[in-house]
């Protein structure tokens, strides 16, 4: 079978131990880092954003140690300029008109174009790639993954708090982020020749200067053979980011599998799979999607089982049994919303939250 390569790139807050706001490390995070971790980490457009990205994984397991490794030593770093790192989908307390702008050109361009909307995506993801044999096969997967965005999203939730209120939803993170331009799941596209017309229209109209600029939930990445899945809040636990990550990979491996079969799985309407992404961010878990083919509402947790079972023929062979048996651990623990918001209720204190959030993040690293 193909291989399914896998890259993960995380997102990660910095921290004044202080104050437990947001703190901008002026880029001098990012400069040591590069000393060891070269391109595996960048800043982003809010200095109090540090991403880090894997090399390329031939399995899960390659990706945990990196995944592991790169955490560590952004740990480190941060420890040596006095911050403390957080990995959660948004700050509690944080606002975002306080943040500096990292100075870059790219970043210049996207605050002019954007103004409040740049400004304000003070947000933290996790961001998978997953390798596949050509860019055709890489859209008719594309297409039937869409429908599982919903339920992978939902174990992801990881953002209840936005500039110190409890917004009533499990991931914020994604209303804020909704007020890009394209964002949120893509439409149906018949073939690579038809995505790749769309994205040269864009570009030909100069609404994008090149396909990185289309920041869907899944996407085709423009440079790379791999699917790009974008839309789950970073998490707070290591084994939480690896379980995600496995069950992308696994799903990209059953679809193909079935292709080769010559079977399909049948494909639904971007407006249908909204509706189950917009339940994902405001109840997580905790609430029911709609399955479409039976056309009526289903708890979450019927829906984890027979996810679980639609995977099953594949784990085996992709060797990450292990590693999506956590998702029991998810749905016995709560995702990253269900535990800050668990706190919040015990302290009625959002600096509490942060110091669990701080905690969380090292959670079996050491």
């Given at each position: 079978m193909a291989t399914f390569t896998l890259g993960i790139e995380e997102e990660f807050q910095t921290i004044d131990p202080v104050t437990r706001n947001l703190r901008s490390h002026m880029s001098k995070l990012v400069e040591d880092g590069k000393i060891t971790l070269k391109e595996r980490v960048k800043a982003e457009m809010h200095q109090a954003v540090v991403e880090v990205g894997t090399n390329i994984c031939h399995n899960i397991q390659e990706a945990r140690e990196e995944v592991t490794y790169l955490r560590k030593m952004i740990l480190d770093l941060a420890e040596k300029q006095n911050l403390q790192v957080a990995a959660a989908g948004t700050h509690p307390f944080a606002d975002w008109v306080e943040q500096l702008i990292t100075p870059d050109p790219r970043y210049?361009?996207?605050?002019?174009?954007?103004?409040?909307?740049?400004?304000?995506?003070?947000?933290?993801?996790?961001?998978?790639?997953?390798?596949?044999?050509?860019r055709n096969e890489g859209i008719e997967i594309m297409n039937a993954v869409r429908y599982f965005l919903p339920h992978i999203y939902a174990l992801s939730t990881n953002s209840p708090f936005w500039c110190g209120r409890n917004t009533g939803f499990k991931s914020y993170r994604s209303k804020v982020f909704d007020k890009f331009p394209r964002t949120g799941i893509p439409d149906f596209f018949a073939s690579a020749s038809e995505y790749d017309e769309y994205v040269a229209l864009l570009i030909k109209t100069k609404c994008i200067d090149n396909g990185k600029k289309i920041w869907w939930d899944i996407r085709l990445h423009p440079f790379f053979n791999t699917i790009e899945f974008r839309m789950c809040d970073v998490p707070m636990r290591t084994d939480e980011t690896i379980c995600l990550a496995a069950i992308m990979q696994a799903l990209v491996a059953k679809i193909h599998k079935l292709?080769?079969?010559?079977?399909?799985?049948?494909?639904?309407?971007?407006?249908?799979?909204?509706?189950?992404?917009?339940?994902?961010?405001?109840?997580?878990?905790?609430?029911?999607?709609?399955?479409?083919?039976?056309?009526?509402?289903?708890?979450?947790?019927?829906?984890?089982?027979?996810?679980?079972?639609?995977?099953?023929?594949?784990?085996?062979?992709?060797?990450?049994?292990?590693?999506?048996?956590?998702?029991?651990?998810?749905?016995?623990?709560?995702?990253?919303?269900?535990?800050?918001?668990?706190?919040?209720?015990?302290?009625?204190?959002?600096?509490?939250?942060?110091?669990?959030?701080?905690?969380?993040?090292?959670?079996?690293?050491?």
């Open positions: 210049d361009e996207i605050i002019d174009e954007m103004r409040d909307v740049a400004r304000g995506n003070l947000i933290f993801g996790l961001h998978v790639h997953v390798g596949i044999e050509s292709h080769r079969m010559n079977l399909s799985f049948r494909p639904y309407h971007r407006m249908l799979i909204n509706e189950n992404k917009w339940r994902a961010a405001r109840y997580g878990i905790h609430g029911k999607l709609i399955d479409f083919g039976k056309q009526e509402e289903v708890e979450y947790s019927i829906l984890v089982e027979e996810l679980l079972e639609f995977i099953d023929d594949v784990v085996d062979e992709l060797g990450s049994r292990h590693e999506i048996s956590y998702i029991h651990e998810i749905m016995r623990m709560g995702t990253g919303a269900d535990r800050q918001l668990a706190v919040f209720e015990q302290t009625g204190n959002m600096s509490a939250v942060v110091d669990y959030i701080v905690s969380e993040t090292k959670v079996g690293l050491y």
